[in-house]
T-cell receptor
């Protein structure tokens, strides 16, 4: 799996936007960009994914650089509940449809201050 | 059930004992994954099932670890002769989407403590 690089930690204030960066300079054309987050004492939960175009859902937005070598997860208004470890993961689709594993890195620890 | 269910939620055992951890995936999900997470660390892939077969078991750390899945549903992860370094949270995930864009649904995990 291609490697991703994220800052170890970030801080934000409640109700402010948060931009979580991820570098993936060795991404291939068949790699999807996935984001998961893990709240304390819970299993990871899916946040969002994309390939080339920016994506929005009820949880967050994903901005993908034109060269796809980096992406940014955007939380529009951080809440205390958003304090978690955020993982940026590349998921290969090379070879056609297959389930394949997700390889998790260390992620970014997001702290949200009231 | 509504989500991935794992049991037990907590298990304390003595070094050298065998343990079994159970995962009940979301109904209809054909792919099932086991990960483990040591304290303060990221997730480490162990094994993945497609139906009852395991195309990728590359993450199992030693031959003390084994897993099976029956009926394309419930999976059991077995650790024989447990060691203190086996202490971790063992997470199970499932997905029913054939595409690699499909999201994984994780359980709450089984916390294993080996004394």
């Amino acid at each position: 799996d291609a490697k991703t690089t994220q800052p170890n930690s970030m801080e934000s204030n409640e109700e402010e936007p948060v931009h979580l960066p991820c570098n993936h300079s060795t991404i291939s054309g068949t790699d999807y960009i996935h984001w998961y987050r893990q709240l304390p004492s819970q299993g990871p939960e899916y946040v969002i994914h994309g390939l080339t175009s920016n994506v929005n859902n009820r949880m967050a937005s994903l901005a993908i650089a034109e060269d796809r070598k980096s992406s940014t997860l955007i939380l529009h208004r951080a809440t205390l509940r958003d304090a978690a470890v955020y993982y940026c993961i590349l998921r290969s689709t090379a070879g056609g449809t297959s389930y394949g594993k997700l390889t998790f890195g260390q992620g970014t620890i997001l702290t949200v201050h009231p | 059930g509504a989500g991935v269910s794992q049991s037990p939620s907590n298990k304390v055992t003595e070094k050298g004992k065998d343990v079994e951890l159970r995962c009940d995936p979301i109904s209809g999900h054909t792919a099932l994954y086991w990960y483990r997470q040591s304290l303060g660390q990221g997730l480490e892939f162990l094994i993945y099932f497609q139906g009852n077969s395991a195309p990728d078991k590359s993450g199992l750390p030693s031959d003390r670890f084994s897993a099976e899945r029956t009926g394309g549903s419930v999976s059991t992860l077995t650790i024989q002769r447990t060691q203190q370094e086996d202490s971790a949270v063992y997470l199970c995930a499932s997905t029913g989407r054939a595409s690699n864009t499909g999201e994984l649904f994780f359980g709450e995990g089984s916390r294993l403590t080996v004394l």
